[in-house]
């Protein structure tokens, strides 16, 4: 991941960008279930509404997370499918939080409702991503299902009216590039406080549907886009975390940036 706000901060207060402290072990994103109520054309796991084979019970589940804090990981993404469609997920939730991982929950939002957000929010979760891929009709297209934008974005208010960090996460394609500004207007309505742009993974149906990638120059302008708009929130006072990833030319793009608009502090963000 290319975590953007923390670099243009650093080239508007010209000081060396301190070190990332080297973590215990990797962040795991862990698809605990495949299945999903959602049939997205840009999931990286064919995911749909049926029970798979070879699922993990709960003690295997647990039997994991053992070996995953043995191993020294600090970050726990509980994703999927569609992770609520666990029955044990606030348990398996519960008891990561107990055992001292960073605990985030990745949903496509659509099973937050008023009868479980307070589940939810007892877990005490660090961050829940939801997935919002372009305004209303263009969202619904991508989901495959109408009414998922209204769905998702209802639990976007469910999530901020309980207290919890809640982000957007947004999957870069020809169909919703257009929309990305009106997606960057959407944060401050809702009071967002993470974006994340991925970039399409050509695994599953994102591989069935890489014809509909983002053009390069389209990739260029979506990244000036959110390096402008990011910069711009940070000289208003307004810090809230942009993220990148699935594109290791993020970083090297940046720098290019940074030659344009802050040249003499490029060696502060390279060292």
């Not at 979760?125 to 969202?139: K, N, P």
């Not at 209802?154 to 919703?176: S, Y």
């Not at 993470?194 to 994102?206: C, D, M, P, V």
Request: charged share 25%.
């Amino acid at each position: 991941m290319f975590r953007m706000t923390r670099y243009i901060k650093s080239l508007m207060n010209p000081v060396p960008v301190r070190p990332v402290p080297k973590p215990s072990g990797p962040v795991v994103i862990w698809n605990l279930i495949r299945r999903c109520n959602l049939t997205c054309k840009h999931c990286y796991s064919i995911s749909a509404d049926i029970d798979f084979k070879g699922e993990l019970t709960t003690q295997e589940v647990y039997k994991v997370m053992d070996d995953l804090k043995a191993f020294g990981v600090p970050v726990l993404i509980l994703s999927g499918g569609e992770p609520l469609m666990r029955p044990d997920i606030f348990d398996i939730s519960h008891r990561a939080k107990a055992m001292g991982f960073y605990v985030g929950l990745s949903t496509n939002g659509t099973l937050i409702t008023e009868d479980n957000i307070s589940k939810i929010a007892e877990v005490g979760y660090d961050y829940v991503g939801i997935s919002i891929d372009g305004l209303e009709t263009t969202h619904d297209e991508f989901r495959q299902k109408k009414g998922a934008f209204k769905e998702s974005m209802h639990a976007v208010a469910l999530c901020k009216q309980a207290g919890i960090k809640v982000g957007l996460r947004f999957t870069l394609t020809q169909d919703n590039y257009p929309e990305l500004p009106a997606m960057l207007e959407m944060l401050d309505e809702h009071q967002i406080d993470k974006f994340y742009l991925s970039h399409l993974n050509y695994s599953g149906r994102g591989g069935r549907n890489k014809k509909r990638d983002a053009w390069y120059d389209m990739i260029r302008d979506a990244m000036n886009l959110l390096f402008k708009h990011c910069h711009d929130e940070l000289k208003r006072g307004i810090e809230r975390e942009y993220v990148t990833g699935n594109n290791d030319a993020d970083g090297p793009f940046l720098i290019e940036w940074a030659k344009e608009h802050y040249p003499n502090q490029v060696d502060a963000l390279t060292q």
